[in-house]
């Protein structure tokens, strides 16, 4: 099991208050090896004419990757679109304090669609969204305690997220100095291996 090491500290909003929680996650070998063979598997109950994308699977940007997705007593599959991936400037997040690794950081505003294909409801759960650098290593987007950061508003699904809904929302992904984005994924306990839009 791959082990979850702190990236950085919070960052504390001058005006608002608003708090900024990074985790980052070492990338280890959960990749899979070269001799691995991805097989789609799902712990869903999938409604009829969905079919999931393949665990480990590379998916280009704007196009949609479907996966299983288990969340408490809940399970559906969802639809994700990573729409775009643009790089901002760490000035961007002037009104906050930052410790030092967060300062030289540079940050990735993420577009993201989600759609549920059912069964289940899945209104409030976190969007499994992840970025993948060169350190290695995997770490969720940033998240704003309070206000949302009104640049990048990302934040979980809606509370009513029945089958056929959809979402858009927009994510930051804070990526430390020397170290390269290299894919934004999508991570669930139903997949053997992540799902990968590559940037670049």
């Known amino acids: 099991m791959t082990r979850r090491t702190a990236r950085g ?13 990074l985790a980052g996650c070492s990338g280890g070998d959960d990749e899979g090896s070269a001799d691995a063979t991805p097989e789609p598997s799902s712990a869903v109950e999938l409604p009829d004419g969905v079919e999931l994308t393949e665990a480990g699977a590379e998916v280009a940007l704007g196009k949609p990757a479907t996966v299983g997705y288990p ?92 089958p056929g809904a959809t979402w858009k929302g927009c994510f930051v992904l804070l990526v430390p100095k020397g170290a390269t984005l290299q894919s934004v994924q999508v991570r669930t306990s139903d997949l053997a291996s992540p799902v990968s839009w590559p940037v670049g």
Request: charged content about 15%; overall charge negative; aromatic content about 10%.
């Open 71 to 162: 969340v408490g007593e809940a399970a559906s599959a969802i639809t994700v679109t990573v729409s775009s991936v643009k790089p901002g400037k760490i000035a961007d997040l002037a009104g906050y304090v930052l410790d030092p690794v967060s300062a030289t950081s540079t940050p990735y505003y993420v577009g993201v669609q989600v759609r549920n294909d059912g069964p289940d409801p899945l209104g409030g759960a976190a969007v499994p969204v992840y970025g993948f650098d060169s350190t290695p290593a995997y770490f969720p987007p940033t998240t704003f305690a309070g206000e949302p950061y009104k640049r990048c508003a990302g934040g979980a699904l809606p509370k009513a997220f029945e």
């Open 9 to 21: 500290g919070g960052l504390v909003a001058l005006a608002v208050a608003v708090g900024l929680v």
